[in-house]
């Protein structure tokens, strides 16, 4: 079935320093979105991206989607203690199903 | 003025018991979705409904079984709880043709 993989499984930084989670789809998506989940809280919707080679920021945080639409990264510049969650992409099935990435937990030290 | 809710936060039951979880969404959204997430944070859909219709029943024991009594709601019955039943259970809703799935805070199931 079709999977989607997100690497590093985890990631410590100091604060201040940039962040980067990498996703790869097993098969070509029609769009990616990715959400953010705190420590004991639920994932939050952040952003969809639906063109190949699109990119899209908000303040901080850059979000891209491959020219093949089978890979997605997330760049955090300057993290902060608020950044501290696991970050999931998620692309649908053919049959619209939402699947999600693995998930990269990222840890930042003040 | 929350958007997704679920019922009971916490829930700690003895193996072989019945429980139920619910949730609801007061956002007008036609679908309706519950997730599994593990120990390592995998999150795996369960079910998903869409105007009270089943359109995605995943891999999962006869023992869940969800309901739909109407768009705004969907609740999550399980029978002869089992322990590796244990995990957060997350109930979410998305509207056709917009972007993204509004998440419940989830269901922390014990089963001891």
């Known amino acids: 079935g079709q999977q989607v993989m997100q690497i590093p499984q985890y990631q410590h930084v100091q604060e201040g320093e940039d962040f980067t989670t990498y996703c790869n789809s097993s098969t070509t998506l029609s769009n990616i979105q990715w959400y953010k989940q705190r420590p004991g809280g639920h994932p939050v919707f952040l952003i969809q991206?639906?063109?190949?080679?699109e990119v899209k920021k908000q303040k901080r945080l850059t979000f891209q989607f491959g020219e093949a639409k089978k890979n997605s990264s997330l760049h955090i510049t300057a993290t902060q203690t608020t950044d501290v969650g696991t970050y999931f992409c998620a692309g649908p099935t053919n049959t619209d199903k939402l699947i999600f990435g693995t998930g990269t937990r990222l840890q930042v030290f003040p | 003025d929350t958007a997704v809710s679920q019922t009971p936060k916490y829930l700690v039951t003895q193996m072989g018991n019945d429980k139920s979880i619910k949730c609801e969404q007061n956002?007008?959204?036609?679908?309706m979705y519950w997730y599994k997430q593990d120990s390592k944070k995998f999150l795996k859909i369960m079910f998903s409904?869409?105007?009270?219709?089943?359109?995605i029943n995943e891999t999962v024991p006869n023992r869940f079984s969800p309901k739909s009594p109407d768009k705004a709601h969907l609740n999550l019955h399980i029978n002869s709880l089992e322990l590796g039943d244990s995990a957060v259970y997350f109930c979410?809703?998305?509207?056709?043709?917009?972007?993204?799935?509004?998440f419940g805070s989830g269901t922390r199931l014990t089963v001891v």
């Open positions: 991206l639906v063109k190949s080679g």
């Open positions: 409904y869409n105007n009270k219709e089943l359109i």
């Open positions: 956002l007008g959204h036609d679908t």
């Open positions: 979410a809703s998305s509207r056709a043709g917009a972007y993204g799935y509004t």
